[in-house]
């Protein structure tokens, strides 16, 4: 193990590694003094640090910039949810800002309740989903019983769960539609439960900053999967799914526009969820 920071040469100690090791995509690690002065001049040092090689933190403390990158990269062995495709993980530096700008307006047509914490899963969402694939809810969620605080979100095709903890790569869990018997919802005054039943196991999820959300995030995502005709994913239904979110997000659009009272984009969106 390499016990020396990668910048400075000075022996890391305990307070430098109290929060896990500021390590590098080139695998490199750097204390905390070092981090601080390069995170200042970059902020996104100190949600993504692992996407940064030694290199680039030089070039950033030697010319006050990193050099442009072609591609940004996940760390494709911790990274990937099980069953993707690692080509999907390699986006150019103007594809990703144009999906996460993206995602970003599905978030707000679905008027998401996120807390100040899922900022970086949110940064992790172009590098997780397929660029054609569409956010159908999203929640403050983690794995019970766990520490790894992140986020829960619904596409036509799987349920995704995010976690990022600062300065380390994403974990990310896929559940597939086709392999998902049921969902099902426990109250609990603390931390609800929003459990995934699937033909392997049951898994639940916690959710601390989002419990009055919760169980409407549980009766969207029953409609689509405690019904017999949706325990198997099908084109029909990714179809029929899909043509919906396009629907909500053109009502959001004219609620926006002030074309659309709450009251008449309240009473339209059910009847859009009611077809899920």
């Known amino acids: 193990m390499n016990n020396h920071c990668g910048l400075c040469g000075k022996e890391l100690t305990s307070i430098d590694t109290m929060l896990g090791e500021n390590k590098l995509s080139d695998g490199n690690i750097i204390c905390n003094s070092c981090l601080e002065k390069a995170s200042a001049m970059n902020e996104e040092l100190l949600s993504d640090l692992h996407r940064f090689s030694l290199k680039d933190l030089e070039s950033l403390l030697q010319n006050g ?3 442009h990158k072609e591609t940004v990269q996940e760390n494709i062995a911790e990274n990937l949810p099980s069953g993707a495709d690692s080509e999907q993980n390699v986006l150019s530096k103007d594809l990703y800002k144009k999906r996460l700008k993206e995602i970003k307006k599905q978030l707000e047509s679905l008027r998401a309740n996120l807390s100040l914490f899922t900022k970086g899963e949110i940064k992790e969402l172009p590098y997780v989903l397929d660029l054609d694939e569409k ?12 520490t790894d605080a992140g986020i829960l979100l619904v596409t036509p095709k799987r349920i995704i769960s995010v976690s990022k903890a600062m300065f380390s790569p994403a974990k990310v869990n896929e559940f597939l ?12 005054f603390v931390s609800p439960n929003i459990r995934i039943h699937t033909k392997e196991k049951t898994v639940d999820f916690e959710s601390f900053f989002n419990k009055d959300y919760a169980e409407d995030f549980y009766h969207f995502i029953s409609k689509i999967y405690n019904k017999e005709a949706s ?18 997000e ?11 009272t709450e009251e008449e984009f309240t009473s339209q969106k059910k009847k859009l969820l009611e077809k899920l």
């Open 177 to 188: 539609n086709d392999n998902i018997l049921e969902v099902s919802f426990v109250k609990n």
């Open 65 to 67: 910039e990193i050099a």
């Open 135 to 146: 956010i159908l809810a999203i929640i403050d969620a983690q794995f019970a019983k766990t």
């Open 231 to 248: 325990k198997a994913s099908s084109p029909e239904q990714n179809t029929v799914s899909e043509s919906v979110l396009e629907q909500l």
């Open 250 to 260: 053109k009502l959001g659009q004219l609620r926006e526009n002030g074309i659309l």
